[in-house]
């Protein structure tokens, strides 16, 4: 019978006295409290590194899931079928509530404790890609998505309603390129590798727990070195979606960051360029590209729809939230 790893726990010579499936992974009560069971499929050259940034944050007093070592000192443990496993802290907690405007300002006052602490000498190999190649990619592939529908011909509903909304997102798209490439970004960028800030790269309310004292965070997978401002619009953006893009939401939640780590006028600048940039359009296009084109799922067209019905509140987000620096 597999046994989802169980049988590493020896080699760190614990015992599970109960386990639970969660999300992939295997929740283990042991005599070292909650620990989660996960299969590993990353480089061990960078989880070494993402072991010594956990370590870090746990000096500053944060609550993370950091790695036990076995009894040869690994952090990666193999199965007797050589399938390989990491074992980690875990916390009893719930996840944040998008629902709740207190779980969100709690979820930014940790992301702005994390920032402060999070740096470690920089690595080049961790560095995260250019904005700006990544913004003219992206362009790129709206176009091209573009020209394959109309070459064969809008057959669903999806395909149809991309045509007609395509022209205004992809304008919106050169535009915070056009942006970026005028603003201080690369500064920033040569700053953030030079000091050695890390990004948590998955800053999301799945992985911040909310504990009764205080909050964790986990899954630091995709850690890299990059402009901070990256995680705090990723979270901001996927809560203002849900809430229609609303200002005075956004301006609550950058207040909650900015009063534990000051958002500089540079930063601000380049938070409204990622605003500016149509990122929920192009994944859903690119999605749509990478899989079968034969079948759309209704949810999908669904997105679609709801993104274009949102389209002018989000235009005039960008200049109500960040017009002018307020700090």
Known sequence: MYDYGLSTLEQYELTARSTARTRGALLCRTEQGLLILREFRGSEKKLKKQQELLLTLETCGMKVDSFLTNREGELVTRDKDHIPYTLAHWYEGRECDTKSREDIARSLKTLAGLHKSMKLLPVEDYMEKSLEEEYVRHNQELRKI???IRKKGASNQFEKDY???VERFLKKGEQALEMLKASSYEELRRESMEKGKICHGEYNQHNVLMLKDGTAVTNFGHWGF???MADLYRFMRKILEKYGWDVPLAREMLL?????RPISLLE???LRIRFTYPEKY???ANYYYSHNKAWISEKNVEKLKMIMTQRESWERFTEKCFGKYPY
């Not at 909650?256 to 534990?260: K, P, S, T």
């Open 268 to 270: 601000w600048e380049n």
């Open 226 to 228: 990059d402009v901070q």
């Open 163 to 165: 045509l007609f909304s």
């Open 282 to 284: 192009w994944k859903l």
């Open 256 to 260: 909650a960051y900015h009063r534990e």
């Open 146 to 148: 573009r020209k394959f």
